[in-house]
């Protein structure tokens, strides 16, 4: 007799165990790039920072109370929201020795967008006779300023304290008498207006003209760690700006122990080391990292290249136009190229708005191009 087949229990169905498992990974994923976003996040739109960006993180060691106040001082400036405005202009401040000689070139820059800006001229060495009717009465009260001195960044402080009595500006450009624009005024006052960074350039040089020029003595506030270097034409937002007025503790330290003729063979320069060290330490996610304003070290000197009449063509404008990443060179023996993408609120675009520097011999030229070429 053949046997009668048993029924075969019926296997249980096997439990998706990778479910909770890919949901826990989503979600510490989601966590990890919240706390930690990418240095080209950005966030919802709005002109002041999240509550992580406000502040570094603590020292693991017991802060001074002068590194206390200071950290409330900013802390409570970079949360408030910026003042109100109903007309939000840029303010563009120009450090010069005397006479600006690119007035008409600006002036033609200016034009038809009275209300939109302001001007605040510091001059250092003579007052200048100017030749445009928009810089008459825009001196400011000045004080003679030495090359590589902290002068010089007492003098940015002074042209940012002058500008931020108007409340109505939002941006503040630090421009050089040598400095040209690269762009019609709607397109600077847009790229600037609809940025969530500041234009503050800064990198880590570890070479001789970087970290070596750091001295201990600014220990405990200044870590070398921390030590930055940039270029000192930058563009920063109202919150920055009051940071910059607002900081007296690490200000003097760079008074004290950032100057030529240091210990050891140093020279420090102030207007290279001050603004990048400080926000790379109190607000690295509110900076760009790179300036608005192109300069060409392509000759490897102690000074940029200047550029003669000769050398002011359409194409020269056009490529300076165009770069989009930012490029630095370290000092020391590796020479180690250090390129940026240029990000504006996360999205790569050229870099450079203004250029120096120009002989006066090229306005000219230059108001020849700004008049008939609609690219910039």
């Known amino acids: 007799m053949k046997g009668v087949p048993v029924p075969r229990a019926r296997a249980a169905p096997r439990r998706h165990i990778w479910i909770p498992v890919v949901l826990i990974f989503v979600a510490i994923t989601i966590l990890w790039?919240?706390?930690?976003?990418?240095?080209?996040?950005?966030y919802p739109v709005r002109d002041w920072y999240p509550v992580r960006d406000w502040f570094p993180a603590e020292p693991a060691r017991e802060l001074t109370d002068e590194e206390t106040a200071a950290r409330v001082v900013f802390r409570q400036i970079l949360s408030t929201p910026p003042f109100p405005s109903r007309n939000p202009k840029i303010a563009f401040m120009f450090l010069t020795p005397g006479k600006l000689p690119f007035e008409k070139l600006w002036e033609l820059f200016f034009k038809g967008h009275e209300g939109r800006y302001t001007i605040y001229v510091?001059?250092?060495?003579?007052?200048?006779?100017?030749?445009?009717?928009?810089f008459f009465g825009r001196d400011i009260h000045s004080d003679k300023v030495g090359w590589g001195m902290i002068s010089m960044v007492d003098a940015e402080r002074r042209l940012l304290a002058k500008a931020l009595e108007d409340t109505d500006n939002q941006q503040f450009v630090l421009l050089s008498d040598s400095c040209v624009p690269l762009h019609n005024f709607d397109y600077v006052y847009d790229f600037l207006m609809g940025s969530r960074h500041s234009f503050l350039d800064c990198f880590d040089d570890p070479g001789p003209h970087g970290v070596f020029r750091y001295s201990?003595?600014?220990?405990?506030?200044?870590?070398?760690?921390?030590?930055?270097?940039?270029?000192?034409w930058f563009s920063v937002k109202r919150q920055h700006a009051m940071v910059v007025v607002a900081d007296s503790l690490y200000y003097t330290k760079f008074r004290h122990f950032c100057k030529p003729g240091m210990e050891e063979g140093r020279n420090c320069y102030a207007d290279e080391h001050y603004l990048p060290t400080l926000f790379h330490m109190m607000d690295p996610a509110g900076i760009?990292?790179?300036?608005?304003t192109y300069v060409d070290w392509s000759e490897g000197k102690w000074h940029p290249r200047s550029f003669r009449a000769k050398d002011v063509t359409y194409e020269l404008l056009k490529n300076m136009t165009s770069v989009d990443i930012s490029y630095h060179v370290t000092s020391d023996e590796k020479k180690e190229l250090l390129q940026r993408p240029c990000l504006w609120n996360g999205l790569k675009r050229p870099c450079y708005l203004f250029a120096r520097k120009f002989y006066p011999e090229t306005l000219n030229n230059l108001m020849n191009l700004f008049s008939n070429y609609t690219i910039f």
């Open 216 to 232: 201990k003595h600014m220990l405990p506030e200044v870590r070398e760690a921390e030590f930055r270097k940039g270029s000192q």
């Open 122 to 134: 510091h001059a250092s060495r003579e007052k200048p006779e100017h030749v445009s009717p928009v």
């Open 288 to 292: 760009a990292n790179w300036s608005v």
């Open 33 to 42: 790039v919240y706390l930690y976003p990418p240095q080209d996040y950005t």
